[in-house]
Every structure is written in C-alpha cells, then in structure tokens.
C-alpha cells in the first residue's frame, strides 16, 4: 500500500514468471507496518495476511521467500 519498493518487487516477480513459467508462485500480502492504511486508503488487509506476514519473519518490505 505504502511501500516505495514494492511496485519494483512486482516487476521483478513479473520477469521471473516469465523467464520460469512453470516455476515461481507470486502471493502479494499487505503485512507489516507499510500496509496499514492512512487517511482514506483502503484497508487490504486480512487476518490471514497478517498472520502470514508474521510467520515469515520478513524485516523489511518487500520480502521475497
């Protein structure tokens, strides 16, 4: 939602799935702190995406696993 690096993190995604056909999977999850919405921004978050964000342990955003 916030994040400044993610739009790049999607692009490198993109390319991946192109050069990998059959190999990458690509999940976008709105956890963490950059995906708190502010002001009148949509709140896209869900219990699930924030107890994956968790489990992953990711210390910045974007995180690829």
Request: charged share 10%; hydrophobic share 40%; net charge negative.
């Amino acid at each position: 939602m916030n994040c400044g690096n993610c739009p790049a993190a999607h692009s490198v995604a993109n390319t991946l799935g192109a050069v990998y056909p059959d190999d990458p999977v690509s999940v976008g999850v709105y956890g963490g702190g950059l995906a708190v919405p502010s002001g009148s921004q949509v709140d896209f978050r869900t219990v699930d995406s924030i107890a994956l964000w968790a489990q992953s342990g990711a210390a910045f955003q974007p995180q690829g696993t």
